[in-house]
């Protein structure tokens, strides 16, 4: 059975770092491009992150790029990303998601496996 399970969210004062966790089960996450995404109360989900399959190439949303850093632990199937420098308006629910096409990047697919997601609150 697919599975995503994030963690690693909570509340951090602006300025703070946390660090999520995407822990996969029942393939392996290495092999499939993999993105974060976001969603904020009364806004849409968008895309903040993501990684490559073949390359490791990483792709960031400008609200985020130098302050997030996606990267792959194919040691415990896991995709994690590093938020530094934490803002109140990325307050939101963290998804993480797989494509489904063996060998895929981020530029040419879409995410079909979704975790549970997990909450980044930033305040004060």
């Known amino acids: 059975q697919v599975q995503l399970v994030e963690s690693g969210g909570g509340l951090v004062q602006p300025g703070g770092s946390l660090r999520l966790s995407c822990a996969a089960s029942?393939?392996?996450?290495?092999?499939?491009?993999t993105g974060w995404f976001r969603q904020a109360s009364g806004k849409e989900r968008e895309r903040v992150s993501c990684?490559?399959?073949?390359?490791?190439?990483?792709y960031y949303a400008d609200s985020v790029k130098g302050r997030f850093t996606i990267s792959r632990d194919n040691a415990k199937n896991a995709v994690l990303m590093q938020m530094t420098s934490l803002e109140p308006e990325d307050t939101a629910v963290y998804y993480c998601?797989?494509?489904?096409?063996?060998?895929?990047?981020?530029?040419?697919?879409?995410?079909?496996?979704w975790g549970q997601g997990t909450q980044v609150t930033v305040s004060s």
């Open positions: 990684i490559n399959s073949d390359d490791g190439r990483t």
């Open positions: 029942g393939f392996t996450l290495g092999y499939y491009a």
């Open positions: 998601a797989a494509s489904e096409l063996y060998g895929s990047n981020c530029p040419d697919t879409d995410f079909h496996s």
